[in-house]
C-alpha cells in the first residue's frame, strides 16, 4: 500500500516490508519562474506529483508497496540566483543532503529508493549521488524524472505560435494553476527568449555540443533579462492537469519494473 513516510509512526515502520518497500523522494528547488509563477513552482509540483502518481499506480496494483518522503525544496539552482527570491545549495552540500538521507534510509533496511526530479538542475548532482551510494550502500537508487514535456498529449497544450516552452514557461505555469490558481498572476507574463544562443549553429544551452545555460540568457524581447522560455500567457489549469496526470501515467511503466527488481 502507498504511504505518505512522515505519517508513520516508527513502530509502524518496524512492521514494513523494508526490503521490498519503494521509497519516493521528490525533489523540488525554489528559484524564479518569471514574473508570473511562484518561487515554489518546482516544489508545488514536487508536492502533487507523488499524488497523481499514486492514483495511477494503484489503478493497477491497489498494493503497491511505496512511502512518499517528504518534499525536499531546495535543490541546485545556480543558474537562477541573479533573479531576487532563488535559492541554491551548493553542488557538494546538495550532494552531502542527498546522501545522509540516503544513508540513515538505507540503516534502516531500505533497499529501493526513487528520487524523483522535478527540477532539471538537480538531475547532475542527483546522478552522480546515485551512483556513489549504489556501490557505497548496496542499495539500488533510481532517478526519475517527472514531466513528460515531450509526450504528444503534453505538447498538444502548448498555444499555437508559442514554438519554445522552457523553463518557467507555459507548461509549468499551467501545473501551478492546477495544483495551487492563487499562486500565479497571469497578469505579469512576459514572453522569454534564447537570446544568448540565437544565431548560433553549433553551442546551445544543452546537449551534446554546449554552454550551460543561466537564467540571464533568457530574455524579454527588449533585452531584459526574464529568466524563461516561451510565453506563459495561454497556461490554464485544465492544461495543467492534462501534464501532471500523463506525466504520471509515464511514470507508471518504470515504478512496476522498479518494484519487481530483484534485489
Not at 546551445?204 to 540568457?217: K, N, V, Y
Request: proline share 6%; with cysteine; net charge negative.
Amino acid at each position: 500500500m502507498i504511504q505518505y513516510y512522515s505519517d508513520l509512526t516508527c513502530l509502524e515502520m518496524e512492521r514494513l516490508d523494508r526490503v521490498r518497500t519503494v521509497v519516493l523522494i521528490p525533489l523540488g528547488a525554489t528559484e524564479q519562474h518569471g514574473s508570473q509563477a511562484p518561487l515554489g513552482t518546482d516544489a508545488l509540483i514536487a508536492g502533487a506529483m507523488p499524488e497523481y502518481l499514486r492514483r495511477e499506480l494503484e489503478r493497477v496494483d491497489p498494493d503497491y508497496p511505496m512511502l512518499i518522503f517528504p518534499v525536499i525544496p531546495v535543490g541546485f539552482s545556480v543558474e537562477h540566483l541573479q533573479f531576487c527570491g532563488s535559492i541554491s545549495f551548493k553542488p557538494d552540500t546538495y550532494y552531502h543532503l542527498l546522501y545522509d538521507i540516503t544513508e540513515s534510509l538505507a540503516r534502516h533496511g531500505f533497499k529501493k529508493l526513487v528520487f524523483l526530479v522535478c527540477h532539471g538542475g538537480n538531475r547532475p548532482v542527483v546522478d552522480t549521488l546515485a551512483r556513489q551510494a549504489r556501490a557505497d550502500l548496496g542499495i539500488l537508487p533510481f532517478v526519475l524524472s517527472s514531466g513528460a514535456f515531450f509526450h504528444p498529449d503534453v505538447q498538444a497544450t502548448i498555444s499555437k505560435g508559442n514554438t519554445f516552452d522552457f523553463h518557467g514557461g507555459e507548461m509549468e505555469t499551467s501545473m501551478v494553476m492546477a495544483i495551487r490558481p492563487s499562486a500565479v498572476k497571469l497578469e505579469y507574463s512576459e514572453a522569454g527568449y534564447k537570446t544568448a544562443y540565437e544565431g548560433k549553429k553549433a553551442i546551445r544551452f544543452s546537449g551534446e555540443h554546449a554552454l550551460t545555460w543561466m537564467g540571464e540568457d533568457f530574455t524579454t524581447k527588449d533585452g531584459r533579462p526574464i529568466g524563461i522560455g516561451g510565453d506563459p500567457a495561454g497556461a490554464t489549469a485544465e492544461k495543467g492537469r492534462i501534464i501532471l496526470e500523463t506525466s504520471a501515467r509515464e511514470l507508471v511503466p518504470a515504478m512496476l519494473e522498479i518494484r519487481d527488481w530483484k534485489i
